[in-house]
Every structure is written in C-alpha cells, then in structure tokens.
C-alpha cells in the first residue's frame, strides 16, 4: 500500500512563496503527481515528476527525490486565486493513484 | 466541449433507496475511474476500468457495481444507500499509459 504524508494547513501572504511538502512509502512508485482544487469544484493537474529533480511549470515548481520519498510543490508569487487545496499523489506499480490528504493554502491579502 | 461530465451534479435521497450517477468523456482515453472524497475531503480510488475492463477493484461494498457500457462511458450504480454512502464521487480518466488523470465535476451524494 501507500502512505502519504502532507501537511494540512498553510497560510502565506499574496505574493510570498510557498512550499508544500510530501514524504511517502510505497510498495513501488512509477511517478508522483501535484493536483489543485479548489472548493466545491475537481482536482486539476498541476505537475507530474518521476525522475529525480525539479520540474519547473510557470509560478509551479515540484521537485522529486525517489531514495528519500520526498517531493515539494513549490508556488511562487502567490496569488488570492491560488488558495486551495493541493494534493499530492503517488502512483504504484499497479497504476493506481494514492492520494494524500490534501494541503489546504490560504493566500491573505 | 467539456472533457469529462458527469450526472447528476447534486443527488439527495433516502436510505435505502438505489441510484445511478453517470460519467462520459470525449477526451478519447481508454481508463476511466470513479474515486470518493468523504467529507474530511480524502479522495479514493473505488473503481478503475481500461476499455471497458475492470482493472482496479478497491474494497468497496459489493452495493456499488460501476458499469462500462464503452471505453468513454463508466457509470456507477449503488444499491441500498446508507448514510456513510454520503460524499462527492469523481469521475476520471486518462491514456492507458497512465498520463495524467483528469477528472469530471463531481456528484455530491447526500443520503438522509
């Protein structure tokens, strides 16, 4: 099975970044995945990373470190419409998404 | 042009009573899920299929039967709703190479 740990709250100020950090143990990985959403509406995909490194998508940025089952979503010059929830999701051998809690971002003025 | 739909948006219903929510998509793709986010708004996976295959099967009471008619309809069934069956369902698919999944509007099922 999976195990994905993400944190459940963040707060920053418009303009400022944040990092969203996941750590995870799985009994196999072929990829991890980033998904906003906002309130009452679907997830979205945001960033997708199966080999180490970062990968850099506009203000998104996530980075991946498979010995160490760790990523970040990394968001830059945040904005009020960026508060929401992102989730991170890992995928098994199986091709079965295992999605984390989600971490709620709220972007104050 | 919406890529995956879903009906109905919004479903309220008594305990017992048995229903269908339906999901279509035109993106061309060959798997379609069908995921549960509970109110502590953890989403997970129940159902997946691959052109018209069931491929995942999650522990789900044997009340819920999902339905392929064809790789770009997946439809969900649930006998006897209980009150634990509340929660929005999501639709998704993706390429069988296991792109990215793109998910439909949600059905918000309440159960009184």
């Known amino acids: 099975g999976q195990n994905i740990d993400q944190p459940t709250e963040m707060t920053a100020t418009e303009g400022a970044i944040v990092q969203i950090n996941c750590t995870y143990q799985?009994?196999?990985?072929?990829?991890l995945f980033w998904y906003q959403q906002h309130a009452g509406e679907a997830p979205t995909f945001l960033s997708y990373?199966?080999?180490?490194g970062l990968e850099e998508k506009g203000r998104f940025s996530s980075f991946l470190s498979r010995s160490k089952g760790y990523s970040y979503l990394l968001l830059k010059e945040l904005q009020m419409k960026d508060s929401a929830s992102y989730l991170c999701?890992?995928?098994?051998?199986?091709?079965?998404?295992?999605f984390g809690a989600g971490t709620t971002v709220t972007v104050r003025a | 042009d919406t890529a995956v739909s879903q009906t109905p948006k919004y479903l309220v219903t008594q305990m017992g009573n048995d229903k269908s929510i339906k999901c279509e998509q035109n993106?061309?793709?060959?798997?379609m899920y069908w995921y549960k986010q509970d109110s502590k708004k953890f989403l997970k996976i129940m159902f997946s299929?691959?052109?018209?295959?069931?491929?995942i099967n999650e522990t789900v009471p044997n009340r819920f039967s999902p339905k392929s008619p064809d790789k770009a309809h997946l439809n969900l069934h649930i006998n006897s709703l209980e009150l634990g069956d509340s929660a929005v369902y999501f639709c998704?698919?993706?390429?069988?190479?296991?792109?990215?999944?793109?998910f439909g509007p949600g059905t918000r099922l309440t159960v009184l």
């Open positions: 299929y691959n052109n018209k295959e069931l491929i």
């Open positions: 998704a698919s993706s390429t069988s190479s296991g792109g990215e999944q793109f």
């Open positions: 999701a890992v995928r098994g051998n199986d091709y079965k998404l295992s």
């Open positions: 993106l061309g793709h060959d798997t």
């Open positions: 799985t009994s196999g990985f072929n990829g």
């Open positions: 990373n199966v080999l180490d």
